[in-house]
């Protein structure tokens, strides 16, 4: 086998793959900015400390309390320590997507679809 063709498809997969990882992280920091990063598919409340989102059950006799946040904030801002070190990276990520693009021609289409 040709060793362009195999650089070339290695390429096509790197592409793709970084694709699929780009989409996910993309979805990730959506739902990071509406949704309580304590609060699991149940509703309830995991945070082992006290939140004022937490609503205590009626009847006092579960466990977990439910989250009752709205998705009306934005959480990053508490654990974020470097905002400029997340700007970097949000704009590297930027230049991968354009870089990616042109490598497949500019049509937005993955490689092989």
């Not at 990071?32 to 006092?60: G, H, K, M, V």
């Given at each position: 086998?040709?060793?362009?063709?195999?650089?070339?498809?290695?390429?096509?997969?790197?592409?793709?793959?970084?694709?699929?990882?780009?989409?996910?992280?993309?979805?990730?920091?959506?739902?990071?900015?509406?949704?309580?990063?304590?609060?699991?598919?149940?509703?309830?409340?995991?945070?082992?400390?006290?939140?004022?989102?937490?609503?205590?059950?009626?009847?006092?006799?579960?466990?977990?309390?439910?989250?009752g946040h709205d998705g009306a904030f934005d959480y990053r801002s508490a654990w974020e320590t470097h905002p400029r070190?997340?700007?970097?990276?949000?704009?590297?990520?930027?230049?991968?997507?354009?870089?990616?693009?042109?490598?497949?021609?500019?049509?937005?289409?993955?490689?092989?679809?």
């Amino acid at each position: 086998m040709d060793a362009n063709a195999d650089g070339q498809a290695y390429r096509e997969r790197l592409d793709r793959i970084a694709e699929i990882f780009t989409d996910m992280a993309t979805r990730a920091e959506a739902i990071s900015r509406t949704r309580c990063p304590y609060r699991d598919r149940l509703d309830q409340c995991t945070a082992l400390f006290r939140c004022r989102n937490q609503i205590r059950p009626p009847d006092d006799t579960e466990d977990r309390l439910t989250c009752g946040h709205d998705g009306a904030f934005d959480y990053r801002s508490a654990w974020e320590t470097h905002p400029r070190a997340r700007d970097r990276v949000q704009q590297k990520i930027a230049a991968i997507r354009r870089e990616a693009e042109t490598r497949r021609g500019g049509n937005g289409e993955a490689p092989g679809r």
